[in-house]
């Protein structure tokens, strides 16, 4: 007499079983998997600044027409760029969730404008509604205004995300995060608590 080693399942049941464990199993490697990648991003220092023709700041959360706080953090930096010379112009970019609404590039030109940007260096698109339109429909207005170098602007959470659209896109883009400042990191960490 055999002893058997393991015991089988013979049953639809038990076969649905490791099925559903094991797509939870895959499941949870890919959350892991990408939280990692959301981290390591994060985590890189700032690359060197070079000068480009333009930064694009990417779409975030506009509440009426202010832009959130990570939004408008994500505007402070494009201006700081701006204001020291590292870059010629600004590009808004994301459309609105619902109708009626400023979209999220128009809120980004009224902050800038009301900080003294001029409005000949604001360019804006406002169609779309993830980082993938954000990007493929910006370089639309890089050639139609003849902008060969751009800077992305997002925060370092959002920053792996928008490098793997770029690099899918096939374009050569520098990317920037802004730090998180003292006010930011108060207004979160009230969230928090």
Same mark, same amino acid.
Not at 3 to 14: A, D, L, N, T, Y
């Given at each position: 007499?055999?002893?058997?080693?393991?015991?089988?399942? +013979?049953?639809?049941?038990?076969?649905?079983?490791? !099925?559903?464990?094991?797509?939870?199993?895959?499941?949870?490697?890919?959350?892991?998997?990408?939280?990692?990648?959301?981290?390591?991003?994060?985590?890189? /220092?700032?690359?060197?600044?070079?000068?480009?023709?333009?930064?694009?700041?990417?779409?975030?959360?506009?509440?009426?027409?202010? /832009?959130? /706080?990570?939004?408008?953090?994500?505007?402070?930096?494009?201006?700081?760029? @701006?204001?020291?010379?590292?870059?010629? #112009?600004?590009?808004?970019?994301? !459309?609105?969730?619902?109708? !009626?609404?400023?979209?999220?590039? $128009?809120?980004?030109?009224? @902050?800038?404008?009301?900080?003294?940007?001029?409005?000949?260096?604001?360019?804006?698109?406002?169609?779309?509604?993830?980082?993938?339109?954000?990007?493929?429909?910006?370089?639309?207005?890089?050639?139609?205004?003849?902008?060969?170098?751009?800077?992305?602007?997002?925060?370092? @959470? +959002?920053?792996?995300?928008?490098?793997?659209?770029?690099?899918?896109?096939?374009?050569?883009?520098?990317? +920037?995060?802004?730090?998180? #400042? $003292? +006010?930011? $990191?108060?207004?979160?960490?009230?969230?928090?608590?």
């Amino acid at each position: 007499m055999q002893k058997r080693v393991w015991r089988e399942h +013979h049953s639809i049941w038990g076969y649905g079983w490791r !099925g559903v464990k094991l797509s939870i199993l895959l499941v949870c490697l890919m959350f892991a998997l990408c939280f990692i990648d959301v981290y390591q991003q994060a985590k890189l /220092p700032a690359q060197a600044l070079r000068s480009a023709d333009a930064a694009v700041i990417l779409g975030a959360a506009a509440w009426d027409k202010r /832009p959130s /706080p990570v939004f408008r953090e994500r505007i402070n930096h494009a201006l700081n760029l @701006y204001q020291s010379n590292q870059v010629e #112009s600004l590009i808004f970019t994301g !459309g609105t969730p619902k109708q !009626g609404f400023m979209t999220e590039a $128009e809120v980004g030109r009224r @902050y800038a404008l009301q900080q003294g940007i001029p409005a000949r260096d604001i360019y804006f698109e406002n169609l779309s509604r993830d980082t993938y339109q954000n990007l493929f429909n910006t370089r639309i207005i890089m050639r139609d205004h003849n902008i060969k170098t751009i800077i992305i602007v997002s925060d370092p @959470y +959002h920053m792996a995300r928008a490098a793997a659209v770029a690099r899918n896109l096939g374009r050569l883009f520098l990317f +920037h995060c802004w730090r998180v #400042s $003292e +006010h930011f $990191e108060a207004w979160w960490n009230g969230l928090k608590n």
